[in-house]
């Protein structure tokens, strides 16, 4: 038993209780499809908008407005909110209750989740593409395969759609208008491969990644893994490939003792091979990580405390002194692009950008650096900073005490 959770004293109950925390398109999708099933009884739903969804939630009487009453009924918190600065809120209400916390919030990990992802029982889920390729790196590791690039399928990418597109597919879709803008820009994709690089020590090879425009996996085989065999470092990337599956590969090798039985089993030649979950199933397959995470307290995948890789901002179009931020993942002012963390110190995580206002002009294309906002104080501004300076082997001032004084009161009001 590790250190965690000899502090937590936590024993798992046989009916897990859930508390979901976000009442968008996964929560509600979520609560629809494992109230009371495979040993899930959801028992309370955290909502910034309960009052204004009271008639058209899915199940209206499991809403709640404060953390605590969330926290009182529940033994696991399940975030899947979409939002980095108050989902570090949470988590951090969440450990000082001593309940496990498992997400379904990439945005949260590569912002704030570094601070928190040796302080309590914390894991980004299965189901989303990080956790489907944190899943699918055990079960290849696990038959002796060795990982070189873990790489993110892409079929569209628009840097800068127009707001009357973006409306008519969030409609179509029926995801908010910031969700779809995030997914097509690219801003959710190089999230997605951030948290990967950060969680399965791995790195990109280059700011924002290559992107292969691909539809041959084969090719995309032989292209990652010689990058990867070239730098020394497992890669973390995509292919843009046209109505490619909602799925994720892995390029990796094997010993050259298996490459016959690997080409009499359709792998291929070798020496990279391709391995695929073409299936990635949002809120379907949370509940393995939920169910894991209770019963043995090992995470899937989180950020770990010193990542490589942020996922900085970058102007969409000109900005202007005095430009209000109100956020920036989905936004039209910004998009998000993965870079490294020593190369580009203080570049502003995207996740950060909520109510920020522009100190200075930006030209279309820069990306925003700490001196070119005024950021609210927030404990993900806190967590972020700490992070970065342990990355940077600089002194830092210690949060426990910040954190503790976090108040509940607070995350209620937001």
Request: glycine share 8%; net charge neutral; aromatic share 8%.
């Amino acid at each position: 038993m590790d250190s965690t959770r000899k502090r937590f004293k936590y024993t798992a109950p046989r009916t897990i209780r859930v508390g979901v925390v976000g009442s968008g398109y996964v929560g509600s999708h979520f609560v629809t499809a494992f109230d009371g099933y495979q040993g899930l009884k959801i028992s309370a739903v955290l909502s910034r908008r309960s009052s204004e969804i009271q008639q058209s939630f899915v199940r209206p009487d499991l809403l709640v407005s404060a953390i605590d009453e969330l926290l009182e009924k529940s033994d696991v918190v399940f975030e899947c909110s979409g939002d980095a600065v108050y989902a570090a809120d949470i988590v951090n209400a969440a450990f000082r209750a001593s309940r496990p916390v498992v997400t379904m919030n990439a945005e949260f990990h590569v912002t704030a989740g570094s601070y928190f992802a040796d302080k309590g029982l914390l894991s980004e889920a299965e189901g989303d593409q990080p956790g489907s390729l944190a899943a699918l790196n055990e079960r290849i590791v696990e038959m002796g395969f060795r990982p070189l690039a873990y790489c993110n399928m892409k079929a569209f990418m628009n840097h800068r759609p127009s707001l009357e597109d973006m409306l008519f597919w969030a409609g179509k879709k029926g995801i908010s208008l910031d969700k779809v803008t995030s997914f097509t820009d690219g801003t959710k994709l190089q999230i997605e491969q951030a948290l990967v690089a950060n969680g399965l020590n791995a790195s990109i090879d280059i700011q924002g990644m290559h992107g292969l425009r691909t539809s041959n996996l084969d090719d995309a085989a032989d292209f990652f893994g010689s990058r990867a065999k070239e730098s020394g470092k497992r890669l973390s990337d995509y292919i843009l490939y046209p109505n490619a599956p909602h799925g994720v590969f892995i390029v990796a090798e094997h010993d050259k003792s298996q490459h016959a039985f690997l080409e009499h089993v359709k792998m291929g030649q070798g020496p990279f091979y391709v391995l695929t979950q073409s299936d990635v199933l949002v809120h379907l397959q949370a509940p393995r990580t939920i169910r894991s995470l209770v019963q043995t307290g090992k995470a899937l995948l989180t950020n770990s405390s010193t990542p490589s890789v942020n996922v900085a901002a970058i102007a969409k179009a000109p900005l202007v002194p005095g430009q209000r931020i109100s956020c920036g993942i989905g936004s039209f002012e910004v998009r998000g692009e993965c870079v490294s963390i020593v190369n580009e110190p203080d570049a502003v995580p995207i996740g950060l950008l909520k109510d920020a206002v522009l100190r200075r002009k930006i030209v279309a294309g820069e990306i925003l650096r700490m001196d070119d906002v005024e950021l609210p104080e927030t404990l993900a501004l806190k967590a972020w900073l700490a992070t970065r300076d342990r990355v940077l082997g600089e002194e830092q001032d210690d949060l426990s005490a910040t954190l503790e004084r976090s108040s509940i009161t607070s995350i209620r009001n937001r």
